[in-house]
């Protein structure tokens, strides 16, 4: 008789196999490679659009974002073009640590983006990302806080910097691995005290190196320098050693009959052009804009400022700066003439939003006939997207919601785009919070990061129940949580997208707990805003990882 064993899973975010392939060749990831070799592995196709927010939900619910509701990390309000920040209380759906909760399996869920406020579950949760403060309420139940502060010192939230450079990019790194560590020690002391049956802890550095210092190990990046690359060269495939050691680490705390999941939300390339998708809008007669925002160094004043002025002096200035501030980087879409507008950018993904009459509070578009016109004359432009200098493809594809998403939620962009490989929205507000210098006719810029997110995650299975089958083709990240409640021997609820991988688990396990399927049933969390100082909060945070403009 086969037994149902643990599952522990380790999030690795933004990980590509791009990066890993050599390092594992060379056994420089004799960790990950003894997982692998024991099990099955593949790349993982990420949600679109491959974004952590919706990546990680849709791994968690096992659903496309048109269905789980969260398609970035923030939306329109409703009746309005500003946007509101979302969290996990705005999903639609039951993730998989709530399903194994009701089914009295007990979990433990560390640092997964897109899980704050954190639910009730049977066990412990550490919220992610999305954690406005260290104020905040993201440890369930509560007491788990202060057993972690007495036993590995404070949790620490990431405050991380949007492009580091010369000694405060070795800053970065220090900053980056402590807090890797820290989320390390949590989970190591954890695994000894609590009993689960699910357990899940996320790594962010591999996502954060990636972004921000791709440019220095890539000699075909714009940014490349000799100099840089002496610097920080390295840095990319050092922070994928660091992992697959703490990976050893954690692995030695696992039951003999348990199994063991990497996977990473999305996978990891160059970037080299930022593309002022307002202004390609501007150029083609779809937007206008009321006042043209020049590039700001102010957020650069205020960093140096704070450096050189006295702790008791900063404590005094710190509110009204950052008002003053804040002023200029609003989130709203006041500097469009918007009442001359066809469609804009939402988000920093750059999707599109036609302005429809009826839906925008200034809508200039007719429902129907006019409305579905330009929809497809925007979307054939956009497929012609070429950058002139090279004659590349800016867009890899660009279509109707309804033709990516089965379902959808009324606040979804109209029309979902997918960059290709080298290119990425960069916005009008971003410009002026990066400070980056460029001519108004421009269309090509440097970009805050020099790397971004491709759709190839990675994910590797192995454990008692699964087959050692090597290489698995077709894996997506919808198809996970069907695959874990599989192995778990749980009911699969029948609104989910995705399929159990069942090529990956052993015969003889699913002849003695066939996969079985229930009614869905409605997540009982309701919609928690953030407060006005919690926004702030959220909003410097993904203003710093280079999420908002």
């Known amino acids: 008789m086969t037994t149902i064993g643990k599952v522990f899973i380790i999030g690795l975010d933004g990980a590509t196999f791009d990066l890993m392939d050599p390092l594992l060749a060379s056994g420089e990831l004799p960790n990950i490679k003894k997982i692998m070799d024991a099990g099955c592995h593949g790349h993982l196709q990420s949600c679109t659009p491959d974004l952590s927010p919706p990546a990680w939900t849709s791994f968690m619910?096992?659903?496309?974002?048109?269905?789980?509701?969260?398609?970035?990390?923030?939306?329109?309000?409703?009746?309005?073009?500003?946007?509101?920040?979302?969290?996990?209380?705005?999903?639609?759906?039951?993730?998989?640590?709530?399903?194994?909760?009701?089914?009295?399996?007990?979990?433990?869920?560390?640092?997964?983006?897109?899980?704050?406020?954190?639910?009730?579950?049977?066990?412990?949760?550490?919220?992610?990302?999305?954690?406005?403060?260290?104020?905040?309420?993201?440890?369930?139940?509560?007491s788990i806080r202060q057993e972690l502060e007495a036993e590995i010192g404070p949790y620490l939230l990431e405050r991380p910097e949007r492009n580091p450079k010369g000694k405060k990019a070795s800053q970065y790194l220090d900053k980056i691995y402590k807090i890797t560590d820290n989320r390390f020690q949590a989970a190591r002391y954890l695994l000894d005290k609590e009993a689960w049956d699910m357990f899940m802890v996320v790594f962010e550095s591999t996502d954060r190196v990636q972004h921000t210092m791709w440019k220095y190990f890539d000699s075909d990046h714009p940014e490349y320098t000799d100099e840089g690359h002496r610097q920080f060269g390295s840095a990319l495939l050092d922070t994928y050693r660091d992992l697959d050691a703490k990976i050893g680490e954690l692995r030695e705390k696992i039951p003999e009959d348990g199994t063991v999941l990497l996977l990473s939300d999305h996978g990891f390339g160059p970037l080299y052009k930022g593309v002022r998708t307002e202004k390609w809008l501007e150029n083609n007669d779809f937007l206008k804009r009321r006042k043209r925002l020049k590039p700001s160094h102010k957020e650069a004043v205020k960093a140096k400022v704070m450096e050189l002025l006295p702790a008791h002096v900063i404590k005094g200035l710190k509110t009204l700066l950052a008002k003053r501030i804040d002023n200029e980087k609003s989130i709203r879409l006041d500097y469009l003439d918007i009442s001359n507008c066809k469609a804009f950018t939402v988000g920093g993904y750059g999707h599109l939003v036609i302005n429809l009459k009826g839906r925008q509070p200034e809508g200039t578009v007719e429902p129907g006939r006019e409305y579905e016109e330009l929809c497809k004359q925007l979307i054939t432009s956009l497929k012609g997207f070429r950058n002139p200098d090279t004659n590349e493809m800016v867009i890899d594809d660009a279509r109707m919601r309804d033709e990516v998403y089965s379902e959808y939620q009324e606040n979804?962009?109209?029309?979902?785009?997918?960059?290709?490989?080298?290119?990425?929205?960069?916005?009008?507000?971003?410009?002026?919070?990066?400070?980056?210098?460029?001519?108004?006719?421009?269309?090509?810029?440097?970009?805050?990061?020099?790397?971004?997110?491709?759709?190839?995650?990675?994910?590797?299975?192995?454990?008692?129940?699964?087959?050692?089958?090597?290489?698995?083709?077709?894996?997506?990240?919808?198809?996970?949580?069907?695959?874990?409640?599989?192995?778990?021997?749980?009911?699969?609820?029948?609104?989910?997208?995705?399929?159990?991988?069942?090529?990956?688990i052993e015969d003889e396990f699913l002849q003695q707990h066939a996969v079985q399927y229930s009614q869905a049933s409605i997540s009982g969390q309701t919609e928690q805003v953030y407060s006005e100082e919690e926004q702030k909060e959220v909003s410097d945070r993904l203003r710093a990882l280079g999420y908002l403009e």
């Open 412 to 504: 979804t962009p109209d029309i979902i785009i997918t960059w290709a490989r080298g290119y990425y929205h960069i916005g009008e507000r971003e410009l002026q919070f990066l400070g980056i210098q460029v001519d108004d006719e421009q269309l090509f810029t440097r970009h805050g990061w020099s790397g971004n997110h491709r759709p190839n995650g990675i994910f590797v299975l192995s454990g008692q129940n699964v087959k050692t089958t090597g290489l698995l083709k077709d894996a997506r990240i919808i198809d996970l949580a069907p695959t874990i409640l599989a192995l778990l021997a749980t009911p699969i609820p029948d609104d989910m997208d995705g399929v159990p991988l069942t090529a990956t």
């Open 61 to 142: 619910t096992g659903k496309h974002p048109g269905k789980h509701a969260i398609m970035d990390f923030f939306c329109h309000k409703k009746n309005s073009y500003e946007l509101e920040f979302l969290n996990a209380s705005y999903r639609k759906g039951k993730t998989i640590w709530e399903i194994l909760s009701e089914q009295n399996k007990r979990v433990c869920v560390i640092n997964v983006p897109f899980t704050y406020p954190p639910e009730k579950v049977n066990g412990v949760m550490i919220s992610g990302m999305d954690t406005p403060s260290i104020d905040s309420d993201f440890v369930y139940p509560p």
